[in-house]
């Protein structure tokens, strides 16, 4: 049951993904080319989505406990740091040469289209070459803790 | 390339994207990130950890289908890079995602949802970065 409600929540997911022009590259690039083919069409997803996203988690989280587990796994740390920063500016680097995100790509594999296990594959190389840099960091005795 | 202005449908999708996100934390208690669900995948907590995440992923590449079986088209994937640019571009994106701890649908959606100070820095960061990128690729080198 836990596994087909996340199979289930998933769907919704990428079928959200799939229709809202998140998945493909083309809508996602003209959407930050403001200054050529422009398509603001992507400000509508994540309107929906933010709006969606803050009533239902208002909802959700009147509860004391999610349905299938002891407690709400949310992030709890609040400072800026570097670390945030200098990510999220890479990422936002490889988003506009690429124009798929992990959110876009993980539902767009379900299209079969090459492009786009070929960028999941990059991204997950990408994944494992981060982690890989932070545990060798945080091997080295006099390394700053982050 | 010129893509279509679809205010209504992308709006459909972004509550469907909410919904989603909502659902998860009901029903998991988590975050609807994709990077965090991937990497959880990559390397996995426990056995039951990498369950539901897989059962996610798996739900998300059908949406696609889904969409195919409702309106008889496979939604469009228009890909106006070069093969390189994609291959690059997906490298930097895990690395960035990895340390900046998450993306569009873990800081953009779930943690501004929350109004995390740190999501809220994290999306506008990608995004005028991301703006600043494609200004750069198509009307700088005209790629």
Same mark, same amino acid.
């Given at each position: 049951?836990?596994?087909? &409600?996340?199979?289930?929540?998933g769907?919704?997911?990428?079928?959200?993904?799939?229709?809202?022009?998140?998945?493909?590259?083309?809508?996602?690039?003209?959407?930050?080319?403001v200054?050529? #083919?422009? !398509?603001p069409?992507?400000?509508f997803?994540?309107? *929906?989505?933010?709006?969606t996203?803050?009533?239902?988690?208002?909802?959700?989280f009147?509860?004391?406990?999610?349905?299938?587990g002891?407690?709400? =796994?949310?992030?709890?740390?609040?400072? =800026? !740091?570097?670390?945030?920063?200098?990510?999220s #500016?890479?990422? *936002?680097?490889?988003? *506009?040469? #690429?124009?798929?995100?992990? *959110?876009?790509?993980?539902p /767009?594999?379900?299209?079969?289209?090459?492009?786009?296990?070929?960028?999941? &594959?990059?991204?997950?190389?990408?994944?494992?070459?981060?982690?890989t840099?932070?545990? #060798?960091? /945080?091997r080295?005795?006099? /390394?700053?803790?982050s | +390339?010129?893509?279509?202005?679809?205010?209504w449908?992308?709006?459909?999708?972004?509550?469907?994207?909410?919904?989603?996100?909502?659902l998860?934390?009901?029903?998991?208690g988590?975050?609807?990130?994709?990077?965090?669900?991937?990497?959880?995948?990559?390397?996995?907590?426990?056995?039951s950890d990498f369950?539901?995440?897989?059962?996610?992923?798996?739900? +998300?590449?059908?949406?696609?289908?889904?969409?195919?079986?409702?309106?008889?088209a496979?939604?469009?994937v228009?890909?106006?890079?070069?093969?390189?640019?994609?291959?690059?571009?997906?490298?930097?994106?895990g690395?960035?995602?990895t340390f900046?701890?998450?993306?569009?649908?873990?800081?953009?959606?779930?943690?501004?949802?929350?109004?995390?100070p740190?999501?809220?820095?994290?999306?506008?960061?990608?995004?005028?970065v991301?703006?600043?990128?494609v200004?750069?690729?198509?009307?700088v080198?005209?790629?």
């Open positions: 049951m836990r596994l087909f &409600a996340a199979y289930v929540i769907t919704i997911f990428g079928v959200g993904i799939s229709i809202s022009g998140m998945a493909n590259p083309a809508k996602v690039l003209n959407f930050f080319d200054a050529g #083919a422009w !398509d069409s992507l400000i997803v994540m309107g *929906g989505a933010l709006v996203t803050f009533i239902g988690y208002k909802l959700v009147g509860r004391k406990t999610p349905v299938f002891r407690e709400f =796994l949310v992030p709890q740390r609040r400072d =800026l !740091d570097a670390r945030l920063i200098g990510g #500016a890479l990422f *936002g680097i490889g988003w *506009g040469i #690429a124009g798929f995100c992990p *959110g876009g790509a993980l /767009a594999l379900g299209t079969g289209r090459w492009e786009v296990f070929a960028f999941t &594959a990059a991204l997950l190389v990408g994944i494992i070459l981060a982690r840099i932070e545990s #060798a960091a /945080a080295k005795p006099n /390394a700053p803790q | +390339m010129e893509t279509e202005f679809t205010p449908i992308s709006l459909l999708g972004g509550v469907l994207i909410g919904l989603g996100a909502t998860l934390m009901l029903f998991h988590r975050v609807m990130g994709a990077t965090g669900i991937l990497a959880g995948l990559v390397y996995p907590a426990s056995k369950a539901w995440r897989a059962a996610t992923v798996a739900g +998300m590449v059908t949406g696609p289908l889904v969409v195919l079986a409702i309106s008889g496979m939604p469009a228009q890909v106006p890079v070069s093969t390189v640019m994609l291959l690059v571009g997906g490298l930097i994106v690395v960035g995602v900046g701890g998450g993306c569009t649908s873990g800081h953009g959606v779930c943690g501004m949802a929350r109004l995390s740190r999501s809220i820095v994290a999306t506008g960061t990608f995004m005028v991301t703006l600043a990128t200004y750069v690729v198509r009307h080198f005209g790629g």
